[in-house]
C-alpha cells in the first residue's frame, strides 16, 4: 500500500467532525486518513462528574493532554488527579477512563496512536439517543475496533 503525501495545515477551532458519545461531546481534529494511519486526534468535552466508561485499546496507545479542568485519571490499579497543562499517557492494553470532577465542562486533546480509532466514535454516534443505549451493540462496536469496555457495578 502506498503512503499519501502528508500536508501541512492548521486545524481551526471551529473545524472538525462532531460525534457525542456517553454524555460527552468528542471533536475529531486530525482523523487517521490525514497520517496514513499513525495517529488520530481528538477534542474531548466532558460535562462535570462525567467521563468514558473504564476501557481497554488492545491495539493503540493513548495521550490525553488536559486544556481545561480537573480530571481523575484512573489506569490499571492507579487514580491521580490532573489539572491544566497535564498530560496522561496511557499504553495498550491497560484499562483507564477519566472523569471530570470539577464543577465547569472540562476539554482535552486525546491523541490515539496508531490512529483508526475515529469509526468508533462515528458508530457510536449514530445509536439512537431517545432511548437508553443497547450495552451488547455498544460492546459489539468496541469489539470491532479491538477495544473491550469494561462493565462495572449494574451494567
Given at each position: 500500500?502506498?503512503?499519501?503525501?502528508?500536508?501541512s495545515d492548521?486545524?481551526?477551532?471551529?473545524?472538525?467532525?462532531?460525534?457525542?458519545?456517553?454524555?460527552?461531546?468528542?471533536?475529531?481534529?486530525?482523523?487517521?486518513?490525514?497520517?496514513?494511519?499513525?495517529?488520530s486526534?481528538?477534542?474531548?468535552?466532558?460535562?462535570?462528574?462525567s467521563?468514558?466508561?473504564?476501557?481497554?485499546?488492545?491495539s493503540?496507545?493513548?495521550?490525553?493532554?488536559?486544556?481545561?479542568?480537573?480530571?481523575?485519571?484512573?489506569?490499571?490499579?492507579?487514580?491521580?488527579?490532573?489539572?491544566?497543562?497535564?498530560?496522561?499517557?496511557?499504553?495498550?492494553?491497560?484499562?483507564?477512563?477519566?472523569?471530570?470532577?470539577?464543577?465547569?465542562?472540562?476539554?482535552?486533546?486525546?491523541?490515539?496512536?496508531?490512529?483508526?480509532?475515529?469509526?468508533?466514535?462515528?458508530?457510536?454516534?449514530?445509536?439512537?439517543?431517545?432511548?437508553?443505549?443497547?450495552?451488547?451493540?455498544?460492546?459489539?462496536?468496541?469489539?470491532k475496533?479491538?477495544?473491550?469496555?469494561?462493565?462495572?457495578?449494574?451494567?
Amino acid at each position: 500500500m502506498q503512503s499519501k503525501q502528508l500536508k501541512s495545515d492548521i486545524v481551526s477551532n471551529s473545524e472538525g467532525k462532531e460525534w457525542h458519545v456517553f454524555g460527552q461531546t468528542v471533536i475529531g481534529k486530525v482523523m487517521s486518513d490525514d497520517t496514513n494511519g499513525a495517529y488520530s486526534v481528538f477534542e474531548q468535552l466532558s460535562p462535570p462528574q462525567s467521563g468514558p466508561p473504564v476501557h481497554i485499546h488492545r491495539s493503540e496507545d493513548e495521550m490525553i493532554y488536559i486544556l481545561e479542568g480537573d480530571l481523575e485519571i484512573q489506569w490499571g490499579d492507579q487514580i491521580r488527579v490532573g489539572t491544566k497543562g497535564d498530560l496522561a499517557f496511557i499504553p495498550r492494553n491497560i484499562p483507564h477512563t477519566f472523569k471530570n470532577v470539577g464543577t465547569v465542562p472540562s476539554k482535552v486533546l486525546v491523541m490515539i496512536m496508531p490512529g483508526g480509532f475515529e469509526g468508533f466514535f462515528e458508530e457510536l454516534n449514530h445509536l439512537p439517543t431517545d432511548e437508553p443505549p443497547e450495552v451488547e451493540k455498544i460492546l459489539r462496536v468496541a469489539e470491532k475496533y479491538n477495544a473491550e469496555i469494561i462493565r462495572t457495578g449494574g451494567s
